[in-house]
C-alpha cells in the first residue's frame, strides 16, 4: 500500500515537470532534477525505510495480533514484511525513472525491462523461497525490483547518448 501510493505521488507530480523540460530540450536541467528526486527519495525513503523495518514486528502486533494472530504467527508475518518493506526506496526511484522514460519517449525501453523483471523475479522466487520459505517471496521480490531499476539506469543512459540528450538546450522551463 505504501508503495502504491508514494510510487502514484511521485509519478504523479514528476511527470508534468519532467515533460516541460524534455519537451523544451532542456537536457542538463532534465538530467539535474532526475539526479536530484533520486538523491531526495533515497534520503527520505531509506531511513523511513530502515524504521518501519527495525519496528516491523512492533508494528504487526499493533495492527494484526489482537487475539487473531499468535505471538509465532505475528513474527513470521513481520519476517515477511521486512523484506517486503526493502521494496519501497526501490519503488519510488522506479516510478520517478518511468516518468523520465515517458517524458524523454523512450517508453520501447519498457518491454526489455519487464521481461528481465520477469525472468529474475521467477528464479530469485524459487531460490529465495526454498531458503526463507514465505519470506523469501517478498525477497524475491525485493531483488528483482532492483533489476529494472538498474536496468532502466543503463538503458536511458544509453538512449541519452543516442538521441545526444546531454547538451544544454538554449531555452530554459
Known amino acids: 500500500m505504501l508503495l502504491s501510493v508514494g ?6 507530480v514528476s511527470l508534468p515537470y519532467l515533460s516541460r523540460l524534455a519537451a523544451a530540450e532542456n537536457w542538463l536541467a532534465l538530467r539535474y532534477v532526475v539526479r536530484r528526486s533520486i538523491l531526495i527519495i533515497a534520503m527520505l525513503a531509506i ?8 519496528h516491523s514486528e512492533t508494528l504487526v502486533r499493533l495492527y494484526l495480533q489482537r487475539g487473531v494472530f499468535s ?3 505475528a513474527s513470521e508475518v513481520a519476517r515477511v514484511q521486512r523484506f517486503s518493506l526493502l521494496q519501497i526506496p526501490v519503488g519510488l526511484t522506479l ?7 515517458a517524458a524523454v519517449g523512450a517508453n520501447r525501453l519498457l518491454l526489455r525491462v ?7 523475479n521467477v528464479f530469485a522466487d524459487a531460490v529465495l ?15 528483482a525490483g532492483l533489476v529494472p531499476l538498474v536496468l532502466l ?13 546531454t547538451s544544454p538546450a538554449t531555452s530554459s522551463v
Not at 510510487?7 to 504523479?12: I, L, S
Open 7 to 12: 510510487g502514484t505521488t511521485v509519478g504523479a
Open 47 to 54: 531511513p523511513a525505510t530502515a524504521l518501519m523495518i527495525w
Open 71 to 73: 505471538a509465532k504467527l
Open 95 to 101: 516510478a520517478l525513472l518511468m516518468r523520465f522514460m
Open 114 to 120: 519487464a521481461f528481465a523483471t520477469l525472468v529474475v
Open 129 to 143: 523461497m526454498q531458503r526463507l520459505g514465505a519470506a523469501g517471496i517478498a525477497a524475491a521480490d525485493s531483488v
Open 153 to 165: 539506469a543503463i538503458l536511458l543512459t544509453r538512449h541519452a547518448v543516442e538521441r545526444k540528450l
